[in-house]
């Protein structure tokens, strides 16, 4: 556990934060939403992400990366989970989830376990928030108060899909802009993307950054190109660790490596390139405590994007189709 949630202090600022966000949502969202309605839903969810982890650890990142995927398209509302069918156009087939977004099977195994405790309570926009968090834990990150009572969206967005997740291509200001448009500030982007300290990436995303660009250090995108041939199609889901220090551990080590430009995607390289994030990247490169703090913080926040509350959206059954 992180040495940051041990500090009087720290706890004393994440309480504060935590509930101006509730208060900025009016009070729609709360840690004690199913304390009477299912009050074993966090310990099966939390059992449930423990085995996966154990069972595969690169299984916590993916988990991390889908409540992302669905919160940034039309809020947090299970909307990335939905399979394409006659009515719906899913957004697991959109650019940034196409061969890559995974997990939907371990979604799937915690949903039945929660139904099993209680049928129709417990959404599966708030198994993502849950699974989120349980995940950094489980890989030795921070943990934060997840606030709960989202509901399940019936409807999918392949375009949102496409249009506000950021691409590995992305220039600084881009990515700036869209975390903005989520009501995210650059600052948070910054934590959030910390997240990279897992997980991993295909060569289709990192090619262009090891073949052409300059900002990255000749011996890394030397060494990356072994596993990824320089032509489109040839080696594209060949994977390299996001953070090649620690890929299964939540730490620091992701900022750290952007420093001596080792970043692996573009994107990743650009929040420590000479702009305006440079300074951020330095601080959370030498104190984890802050970044482990900011980054708690920010989840919270992500977490609040348009939640569906009281009788809009539902809660699915089957998180794969509307009910």
Sequence with gaps: MAAVMKSSGCIAVMVFIICSIANLSHGQLSSTFYDKSCPAALSVVKAAVKQAVAKEQRMGASLLRLHFHDCFVNGCDGSVLLDDSSKITGEKTAVPNANSARGFDVIDTIKSQVEKSCSGVVSCADILAIAARDSVVELGGPSWTVLLGRRDSTTASKSGANNNIPPPTSSLSKIISLFQAQGLSAKEMVALAGAHTI??????????HIYNDT??????????????????????????????????AFDKNYYCNLKIKKGLLHSDQELFNGGSTDSQVTTYASNQNIFFSDFAAAMVKMGNIKPL???SGQIRKNCRKPN
């Design 199 to 208: 997980g991993q990436a295909r060569c289709f995303n990192f090619r262009a």
């Design 215 to 248: 900002n990255i250090l000749s011996t890394y995108s030397t060494s990356l190109r072994s596993k990824c041939p320089p032509t489109n199609g040839s080696g594209d889901n060949n994977l390299s660790p996001l953070d090649y220090v620690s890929p299964t």
């Design 309 to 311: 509350t009281g009788t």
